[in-house]
């Protein structure tokens, strides 16, 4: 009888909070014995103590994970690697990927590489140690015996870059189905979730609410999320006519419970100054799973995540008058909004189900692996 496949998913910092779709991903992958690692630990509440840490805090750690950092080896990787039997490392981000590469070869460990969006999409400015990070970042791609894309999006982005086409391909990471809950009385009109970052759009997302008629004024609002802007946007948001209420960080079911309380999804992602631009967009599943009707651009892998005129509305990247204009015909149309919603979440069940996805995820890492089962 032949062992379970052993993979290792590395992700430098396990793990930040916005990145509960790697958490999910683990989770969800039954057929195989999956381990988390990394360099060091973001103290966010998707840490767990079953992750493998490989530094500390400690001035020895330090230099071994700057070490690692700019040569490419480490006896820790080499031990870990060894001591839990894994054959296959899952890199997520390319950054993180030209890391863990060198160490992977070294250790003749094959290596499949997880693209999500900025990896592939931002433009970087040549700055000291530009040139090298893209060397290791080429050794990476090289090495790598599959590159998954999250959206064809992504693909697409990945193959113009010069990663060949048959290296790539496309793989949804998907979502937890949960129960859907109750709704309750509406708290407010539109809901948004995301890091309080330019590619986000919450900007964009302002600007439109003040185009509102002012028949539906005051607009309630609920910004969910974290990120260096708030403080300006929370300045921009003084002088609006919605009533719009910075509700910081929270916990996935509490973003469950906020979801329940309102009527819209905003959600407007655009491309940063940088190209920096969104791959898939994770959080309008989520948004559809709880019945909301979604509210977005046509930008990046956005369209693969909302069905336009059948779970949601799109405008053209950057038109804030149709930004609004959209937000105003959903708000104006509880009948919309129900069938928005009802085939919002039986698209997710139907096609996005995280279980479902990850079952074929298996099926590439025992392809990739050595054929364990």
Same mark, same amino acid.
């Given at each position: 009888m032949t062992r379970r496949l052993r993979v290792a998913v590395w992700r430098e910092f396990v793990l930040p909070t916005s990145e509960t779709f790697i958490r999910n991903q683990v989770d969800s992958c039954h057929g195989t014995d999956v381990i988390l690692f990394g360099s060091s630990v973001s103290k966010s509440n998707l840490s767990r103590d079953s992750d493998v840490v490989l530094y500390g805090s400690s001035l020895i750690d330090r230099i071994c994970r700057r070490l690692f950092k700019s040569l490419g080896i480490s006896s820790r990787v080499k031990k870990f690697a060894q001591t839990n039997g894994i054959d296959l490392i899952h890199a997520h981000f390319l950054a993180d990927a030209a890391l863990i590469a060198p160490m992977a070869r070294r250790l003749g460990i094959p290596l499949v590489i997880t693209l999500h969006g900025y990896d592939i999409t931002e433009r970087r400015v040549? *700055?000291?140690?530009g040139a090298w990070l893209s060397r290791r970042e080429a050794f990476a791609v090289g090495y790598a015996s599959k590159i998954i894309c999250v959206s064809e999006f992504i693909q697409r982005r990945a193959v113009a870059t010069g990663i060949g086409a048959s290296k790539t391909c496309v793989r949804y990471i998907g979502t937890p189905?949960?129960? $859907? #809950?109750?709704?309750?009385?509406?708290?407010?009109?539109i809901v948004f979730v995301g890091r309080l970052a330019e590619k986000k759009g919450v900007s964009d997302l302002l600007a439109a609410l003040q185009r509102l008629p002012t028949s539906l004024q005051p607009c309630r609002v609920a910004v969910v999320g974290y990120g260096d802007l708030r403080s300006d946007l929370e300045m921009v948001s003084s002088s609006s006519l919605a009533q719009i209420e910075f509700l910081g960080s929270m916990k996935p079911d509490e973003i469950r419970g906020i979801f329940a309380e309102c009527s819209i999804f905003v959600g407007p992602s655009k491309a940063? *100054?940088?190209?920096?631009?969104?791959? =898939?967009?994770?959080? =309008? %599943?989520? *948004? *559809? %799973?709880?019945? $909301?009707? #979604?509210?977005?651009?046509?930008?990046?892998? #956005?369209p693969e995540s909302v069905l336009e005129d059948v779970t949601g509305f799109l405008s053209d990247e950057g038109d804030i008058q149709g930004l609004?204009?959209?937000?105003?015909? $959903? %708000?104006?149309?509880?009948d919309l909004r129900k069938s928005f919603g009802k085939e919002g979440r039986r698209r997710v069940e139907a096609e996005f189900d995280i279980n479902r996805l990850s079952k074929e995820l298996e099926s590439l890492y025992i392809v990739v692996g050595g054929g364990h089962e």
């Open positions: 040549r *700055a000291r140690g189905i949960t129960d $859907l #809950v109750v709704k309750q009385k509406s708290t407010w009109d940063a *100054a940088n190209g920096d631009s969104e791959g =898939f967009g994770m959080v =309008f %599943l989520e *948004a *559809a %799973l709880a019945q $909301l009707p #979604v509210i977005a651009y046509r930008h990046g892998g #956005v609004s204009d959209n937000i105003s015909r $959903l %708000l104006k149309r509880p």
